[in-house]
T-cell receptor
Framework: AQSVTQLDSQVPVFEEAPVELRCNYS??????LFWYVQYPNQGLQLLLK??????LVESINGFEAEFNKSQTSFHLRKPSVHISDTAEYFC????????????FGQGTRLTINP | DGGITQSPKYLFRKEGQNVTLSCEQN?????MYWYRQDPGQGLRLIYY???????QKGDIAEGYSVSREKKESFPLTVTSAQKNPTAFYLC?????????????FGPGTRLTVT
């Protein structure tokens, strides 16, 4: 069975500061990794994903995540955050089994202070 | 505009009543999912369906029921047997194969049972 651990439930940072949201996973098979973002009272939106190839993946709004197989991690980073990045971020894993199910972490609430 | 519709956005019910949450998609996706979101617990899978007239239990199916009579629709019924039904419910859909690992989410329904 797969599992995902997001090590921080809340991360407060100042605007324009860098941020890292940590994600570790556990799986006995090859996995595919995702970061989703949820703005208040909304559904989830895909931020970025790792399926294969380059271990560094980027989103259109400046976030990036690096797949590290040896450390079983997929941490999310942004060099300079903006107020609009305030949201909850979820890491998820899938193994491309028949059901294509996603297993989500507990979420990290990112709060940007001016 | 293609997407997933969930209605209503807010729903209030008295304890002991069954309630059905609507989920409709016009993305022509084969697979659909229902998740429950509680603070600090991430998303937990209730039921999923990979094809019309077929569905499987997820991790927390007790007290819930679903149907999949049409490709576009996947309603969730929260029965009176669900001990703690107050939560935010999210519906998602995806296509088969590697592209289907990305799930598209609806805006959610917040259910309050008193």
């Amino acid at each position: 069975a797969q599992s995902v651990t997001q090590l921080d439930s809340q991360v407060p940072v100042f605007e324009e500061a860098p941020v890292e949201l940590r994600c570790n996973y556990s799986s006995s098979v090859s996995v595919y990794l995702f970061w989703y973002v949820q703005y208040p009272n909304q559904g989830l939106q895909l931020l970025l994903k790792y399926l294969s190839g380059s271990t560094l993946v980027e989103s259109i709004n400046g976030f990036e995540a690096e797949f590290n197989k040896s450390q079983t991690s997929f941490h999310l980073r942004k060099p300079s955050v903006h107020i609009s990045d305030t949201a909850e971020y979820f890491c998820a894993v899938s193994d491309l089994g028949g059901a294509q199910k996603l297993v989500f972490g507990q979420g990290t609430r990112l709060t940007i202070n001016p | 505009d293609g997407g997933i519709t969930q209605s209503p956005k807010y729903l209030f019910r008295k304890e002991g009543q069954n309630v059905t949450l609507s989920c409709e998609q016009n993305l022509n996706h084969d697979a659909m999912y229902w998740y429950r979101q509680d603070p600090g617990q991430g998303l937990r899978l209730i039921y999923y369906s990979q094809i019309v007239n077929d569905f499987q239990k997820g991790d927390i199916a007790e007290g819930y029921s679903v149907s999949r009579e049409k490709k576009e629709s996947f309603p969730l019924t929260v029965t009176s047997a669900q001990k703690n039904p107050t939560a935010f419910y999210l519906c998602a859909s995806s296509t088969p194969g590697l592209a289907g690992l990305e799930q598209y989410f609806g805006p959610g329904t917040r259910l309050t049972v008193t």
